[in-house]
């Protein structure tokens, strides 16, 4: 009885996950970069830590802590800058857009995938 | 140190007496940031194996403590091989770990590099110290440096608890399992300034049996006996921290613990009005409170108070490291205060002790150049223990009539160490760029109980021979005052009388310190497998040998606990193997296999000895454990593969005879966790294969007779265990 307790939640656990919930079709993807008031290696953490709390949508985040600037890349239908700046508010982080696109120069834009 | 008498307090006579002589032996990181400049999805292991570190560590960070619901201390080394953790008994639910084959006493902890939860706490300290209070932990085997004390001689584990510095201003962790435990951890990390110089933490845990398990699947190998016993649990903790821009630290806190244990039998064993009557109003009367003839009990009541305080000032000398960082030197002062009381009883046996301790300790760091540096110290300690013990039992005899006859027999044992300590220790370091390494301790203690000054040396290597090649190696001596009776909790759960196996004359006084030699090394090979340029393998060995060792055991002569204290009688060996992979990104393999051979020389009343492995330490265990996390870790799949190998069970006689081997078993566990926001859900399962020991307790059926014994335990008391929680932090 355990057992089929235990199957069933995970697969309700399972089913809750956006991810599998149902076909992708080409997604606007967007990506802004946030100038922030970062300090330390521990808010980057924290930012990683905390991703879904910056919203739906979020692809990739990187956060680079020299020029304590966060690049992140959405999707547009899901969610905005107002709303991404919201996010890292809820985590005591303040930010606000430095450019409306991705700058390659200043802020590396490494994906996650490129490892 | 400690002494006793045996009495035979009365017998009752239905056919006719035995009785039993005075001391004769009867017959029987989140994100791994190595961020320099961007952080980005790292694949972040749970469990690592340091190449930063003098010695071998195995680091186990804030993902590692994630993988399983880790309630505990204790449950947070399910994922690791070279730490094992075993139950010292089936009454009391006490945990106690081991490390190179060797009981926990001998590894010491500490909190931030302060030693504590030694001396009297250790058997009961890990449930103690709640899993979500840490932010990681690091095992290191071998001895450690002298700086910390003469006592770590298995190794050294140091827990790094959650900071006043922390972000998160509140943390939440509740925990469910199926049989309706709750669990509540908070804490809370406030900054008092604006310029956030003066912080502070407070920590606490709330954890409960409640009814449910009480009624249901409490005892289910059916022996009357609760599986566990019933827990309830407060701890709270406070720490401040005060950092001014200049550099000067004052670090304080203090913390609490309550704890109740309910165990022992569920229903009365006998009827009442039959012949127990006759002793249990001679006893009830005239020398024990709580007695009940027809239920064995068990009642444990502990309390731990403790305070510290720990002040760092940086001195004006700088020397610049090889990349630029500041090497400065500094004065530290560290005070220690803890108290612990213990109130238990198992069935007839209690066992009541309080400890103080106090240490106070001045050090210094000199940095001559960026190779040579040197730390100083001085170091005192004030202990002082006052313990109680009353072991009792019935022996059941034919007579010679050919009748049944009873005896009551009763032990009281006083268990009090005075000791006051003071010692002084230098170590000197020299580092070669980051390729060569080695440190060199040694420290003087003078200690007022036996009256002697101890030397312990010790000495540590670490050696890049290539950038992704490391060999570590590490020796020296150790001792420690044993607490002979609460380190081997598991006798009060049996109903054997002590006995001083010392055949020239009496423990008494003349206990000496336990004292032992621990040598061994290392060596990590990191190396490109598939995409991963960091797989890394690991062989480590460690040999410790005991001049002097003081431990308890139920043989050579059965139905007794012996106690001994014996010259070069204990030593052990273990081999451990560590492999790393992330096969591809965010799916990490940690496989990691231990073997030991602990053996023991046991002497005999005819002058001779036998050497045998020594009881209840499992002589392999290996561990895999599978990770898997979706970006950004919104979802971690973890699952973890024990195989524990065999462990010798103690027989009623000389040379091995009647032991015997535990079976090998196996234990799996599985968790999901998923992020939310700013919240985690994790679900999981403990014990999935349901695998228990079964009849852990012999002679269940007769609990105050001389033949109970709920001592030997080498496998899991509780079977299948699903639990769900939540972790919620605001920031």
């Given at each position: 009885m355990k057992s089929i307790a235990f199957i069933l939640l995970t697969l309700t656990l399972i089913c809750l996950n956006p991810a599998w919930a149902g076909d992708k079709k080409s997604e606007p993807v967007h990506t802004t970069v946030f100038?922030?008031?970062?300090?330390?290696?521990?808010?980057?953490?924290?930012?990683?830590?905390?991703?879904?709390?910056?919203g739906k949508g979020i692809k990739d985040v990187v956060v680079n802590l020299d020029n304590k600037t966060v690049a992140v890349t959405y999707d547009n239908r899901k969610t905005d800058d107002q709303k991404i700046i919201k996010g890292f508010k809820s985590i005591r982080v303040n930010a606000e857009v430095m450019t409306p696109e991705c700058d390659v120069d200043s802020v590396s834009c490494r994906s996650s995938k490129d490892e | 140190m400690f002494t006793f008498r045996t009495y035979t307090l009365s017998t009752l006579v239905v056919a006719s007496l035995t009785a039993l002589g005075q001391n004769v032996p009867p017959d029987t990181t989140a994100m791994q940031t190595t961020l320099s400049e961007v952080v980005v999805e790292g694949a972040s292991r749970g469990l690592s194996v340091s190449s930063v570190a003098l010695e071998k560590r195995e680091i186990i960070?804030?993902?590692?403590?994630?993988?399983?619901?880790?309630?505990?201390?204790?449950?947070?080394?399910?994922?690791?091989?070279?730490?094992?953790?075993?139950?010292?008994?089936?009454?009391?639910?006490?945990?106690q770990i081991k490390l190179l084959g060797l009981a926990g006493a001998y590894t010491q902890f500490l909190d931030e590099s302060r030693p504590f939860m030694?001396?009297?706490?250790?058997?009961?300290?890990?449930?103690?110290?709640?899993?979500?209070?840490?932010?990681?932990?690091?095992v290191s085997k071998g001895v450690g440096s002298v700086t910390a004390g003469h006592e770590a001689i298995a190794g050294q584990i140091n827990l790094d608890f959650r900071k006043p510095t922390d972000d998160e201003r509140l943390h939440v962790n509740f925990y469910l399992d199926d049989m309706l435990r709750p669990e509540v951890n908070l804490s809370s990390a406030i900054s008092l300034n604006?310029?956030?110089?003066?912080?502070?933490?407070?920590?606490?845990?709330?954890s409960i049996d409640t009814d449910w398990r009480e009624m249901k699947a409490m005892d289910r190998d059916g022996d009357n006996f609760r599986d566990l016993p019933s827990r309830r649990q407060i701890s709270v903790a406070n720490r401040w921290a005060w950092i001014t821009p200049s550099g000067i630290q004052l670090r304080w806190g203090a913390k609490f613990t309550t704890e109740r244990r309910n165990g022992g039998q569920i229903h009365d064993s006998y009827k009442r009005g039959d012949w127990r009557d006759f002793f249990q109003n001679?006893?009830?009367?005239?020398?024990?409170?709580?007695?009940?003839?027809?239920r064995y009990r068990s009642r444990i009541r502990n309390r731990d108070v403790g305070a510290y305080v720990k002040l760092a000032v940086p001195l004006n000398h700088v020397v610049a490291d090889s990349s630029g960082n500041d090497l400065q030197d500094n004065i530290a002062l560290i005070a220690d205060w803890n108290n612990f009381n213990t109130r238990s009883s198992f069935g007839l046996n209690q066992y009541n002790a309080r400890e103080n301790t106090f240490s106070l300790a001045i050090r210094m760091d000199h940095y001559f150049s960026r190779a040579h540096s040197l730390a100083v110290g001085?170091?005192?300690?004030?202990?002082a223990q006052r313990g109680r013990t009353t072991k009792a039992g019935i022996f059941e005899r034919l007579t010679y009539a050919g009748g049944i006859g009873y005896s009551f027999w009763y032990q009281q044992l006083t268990d009090s160490i005075n000791e006051r300590e003071a010692g002084l220790y230098a170590e000197w370091t020299f580092k070669r760029e980051d390729r060569f390494t080695l440190v060199a301790g040694l420290r003087a203690d003078y200690n007022d109980m036996v009256k002697k000054v101890y030397l312990t040396p010790r000495m540590h290597l670490k050696w890049n021979i290539t950038p992704k090649t490391i060999l570590r190696a590490s020796a020296g001596t150790g001792y420690r005052t044993p607490r002979v009776l609460i380190e081997?909790?598991?006798?009060?759960?049996?109903?054997?009388?002590?006995?001083?196996?010392?055949?020239?004359?009496?423990?008494?006084?003349r206990v000496r310190l336990e004292h032992a030699l621990t040598a061994g090394g290392s060596l990590t090979q990191r190396f490109k497998l598939g995409s991963d340029r960091n797989a890394s393998i690991s062989l480590d060995y460690f040999h410790t040998h005991f001049f002097r060792s003081i431990f308890i055991l139920q043989e050579p002569y059965g139905y007794t606990n012996n106690i001994f204290s014996e010259r070069d009688a204990v030593f052990s060996n273990t081999w451990q193997l560590d492999f790393n992979w992330t096969p591809f990104t965010r799916f990490e393999i940690f496989a990691t296999a231990r073997y030991t051979q602990s053996k023991l020389r046991i002497p005999l009343l005819d002058g001779?000895?036998?050497?045998?492995?020594?009881?209840?330490?499992?002589?392999f265990k290996g561990v895999l454990n599978l990770s898997y996390a979706t970006r950004f870790r919104v979802w971690v799949f973890d699952f973890t593969a024990q195989l524990n190998g065999p462990a010798r069970v103690s027989g009623q006689g000389k040379n091995g005879l009647g032991s015997y081997n535990s079976p090998t078993y196996a234990q799996l566990f599985a968790q999901v966790t998923r992020k939310i926001n700013k919240a985690e859900v994790y679900l999981g399962c403990e014990n999935i294969t349901d695998y228990r020991q079964k009849h852990a307790i012999i002679g269940a059926d007769a609990p105050f007779h001389d033949t109970f014994n709920a001592t030997n335990v080498w496998g899991p008391l509780m079977g299948r265990k699903f639990y769900i929680g939540v972790r919620w932090n605001l920031y």
């Amino acid at each position: 009885m355990k057992s089929i307790a235990f199957i069933l939640l995970t697969l309700t656990l399972i089913c809750l996950n956006p991810a599998w919930a149902g076909d992708k079709k080409s997604e606007p993807v967007h990506t802004t970069v946030f100038q922030t008031d970062i300090r330390c290696e521990n808010c980057s953490i924290k930012i990683m830590n905390n991703v879904p709390a910056l919203g739906k949508g979020i692809k990739d985040v990187v956060v680079n802590l020299d020029n304590k600037t966060v690049a992140v890349t959405y999707d547009n239908r899901k969610t905005d800058d107002q709303k991404i700046i919201k996010g890292f508010k809820s985590i005591r982080v303040n930010a606000e857009v430095m450019t409306p696109e991705c700058d390659v120069d200043s802020v590396s834009c490494r994906s996650s995938k490129d490892e | 140190m400690f002494t006793f008498r045996t009495y035979t307090l009365s017998t009752l006579v239905v056919a006719s007496l035995t009785a039993l002589g005075q001391n004769v032996p009867p017959d029987t990181t989140a994100m791994q940031t190595t961020l320099s400049e961007v952080v980005v999805e790292g694949a972040s292991r749970g469990l690592s194996v340091s190449s930063v570190a003098l010695e071998k560590r195995e680091i186990i960070n804030s993902i590692g403590l994630r993988k399983m619901a880790c309630c505990t201390l204790a449950e947070s080394f399910e994922n690791s091989a070279g730490v094992s953790v075993d139950y010292s008994d089936a009454i009391s639910g006490a945990r106690q770990i081991k490390l190179l084959g060797l009981a926990g006493a001998y590894t010491q902890f500490l909190d931030e590099s302060r030693p504590f939860m030694g001396g009297l706490v250790s058997p009961y300290a890990l449930d103690f110290t709640p899993g979500d209070w840490l932010r990681s932990i690091q095992v290191s085997k071998g001895v450690g440096s002298v700086t910390a004390g003469h006592e770590a001689i298995a190794g050294q584990i140091n827990l790094d608890f959650r900071k006043p510095t922390d972000d998160e201003r509140l943390h939440v962790n509740f925990y469910l399992d199926d049989m309706l435990r709750p669990e509540v951890n908070l804490s809370s990390a406030i900054s008092l300034n604006k310029d956030r110089t003066l912080s502070t933490i407070v920590m606490a845990h709330g954890s409960i049996d409640t009814d449910w398990r009480e009624m249901k699947a409490m005892d289910r190998d059916g022996d009357n006996f609760r599986d566990l016993p019933s827990r309830r649990q407060i701890s709270v903790a406070n720490r401040w921290a005060w950092i001014t821009p200049s550099g000067i630290q004052l670090r304080w806190g203090a913390k609490f613990t309550t704890e109740r244990r309910n165990g022992g039998q569920i229903h009365d064993s006998y009827k009442r009005g039959d012949w127990r009557d006759f002793f249990q109003n001679l006893i009830a009367r005239e020398y024990f409170q709580e007695t009940d003839l027809y239920r064995y009990r068990s009642r444990i009541r502990n309390r731990d108070v403790g305070a510290y305080v720990k002040l760092a000032v940086p001195l004006n000398h700088v020397v610049a490291d090889s990349s630029g960082n500041d090497l400065q030197d500094n004065i530290a002062l560290i005070a220690d205060w803890n108290n612990f009381n213990t109130r238990s009883s198992f069935g007839l046996n209690q066992y009541n002790a309080r400890e103080n301790t106090f240490s106070l300790a001045i050090r210094m760091d000199h940095y001559f150049s960026r190779a040579h540096s040197l730390a100083v110290g001085l170091q005192g300690k004030l202990s002082a223990q006052r313990g109680r013990t009353t072991k009792a039992g019935i022996f059941e005899r034919l007579t010679y009539a050919g009748g049944i006859g009873y005896s009551f027999w009763y032990q009281q044992l006083t268990d009090s160490i005075n000791e006051r300590e003071a010692g002084l220790y230098a170590e000197w370091t020299f580092k070669r760029e980051d390729r060569f390494t080695l440190v060199a301790g040694l420290r003087a203690d003078y200690n007022d109980m036996v009256k002697k000054v101890y030397l312990t040396p010790r000495m540590h290597l670490k050696w890049n021979i290539t950038p992704k090649t490391i060999l570590r190696a590490s020796a020296g001596t150790g001792y420690r005052t044993p607490r002979v009776l609460i380190e081997h909790l598991g006798v009060f759960a049996n109903g054997y009388p002590f006995y001083e196996f010392i055949p020239t004359g009496p423990i008494d006084s003349r206990v000496r310190l336990e004292h032992a030699l621990t040598a061994g090394g290392s060596l990590t090979q990191r190396f490109k497998l598939g995409s991963d340029r960091n797989a890394s393998i690991s062989l480590d060995y460690f040999h410790t040998h005991f001049f002097r060792s003081i431990f308890i055991l139920q043989e050579p002569y059965g139905y007794t606990n012996n106690i001994f204290s014996e010259r070069d009688a204990v030593f052990s060996n273990t081999w451990q193997l560590d492999f790393n992979w992330t096969p591809f990104t965010r799916f990490e393999i940690f496989a990691t296999a231990r073997y030991t051979q602990s053996k023991l020389r046991i002497p005999l009343l005819d002058g001779g000895s036998y050497t045998i492995s020594r009881p209840l330490t499992s002589r392999f265990k290996g561990v895999l454990n599978l990770s898997y996390a979706t970006r950004f870790r919104v979802w971690v799949f973890d699952f973890t593969a024990q195989l524990n190998g065999p462990a010798r069970v103690s027989g009623q006689g000389k040379n091995g005879l009647g032991s015997y081997n535990s079976p090998t078993y196996a234990q799996l566990f599985a968790q999901v966790t998923r992020k939310i926001n700013k919240a985690e859900v994790y679900l999981g399962c403990e014990n999935i294969t349901d695998y228990r020991q079964k009849h852990a307790i012999i002679g269940a059926d007769a609990p105050f007779h001389d033949t109970f014994n709920a001592t030997n335990v080498w496998g899991p008391l509780m079977g299948r265990k699903f639990y769900i929680g939540v972790r919620w932090n605001l920031y």
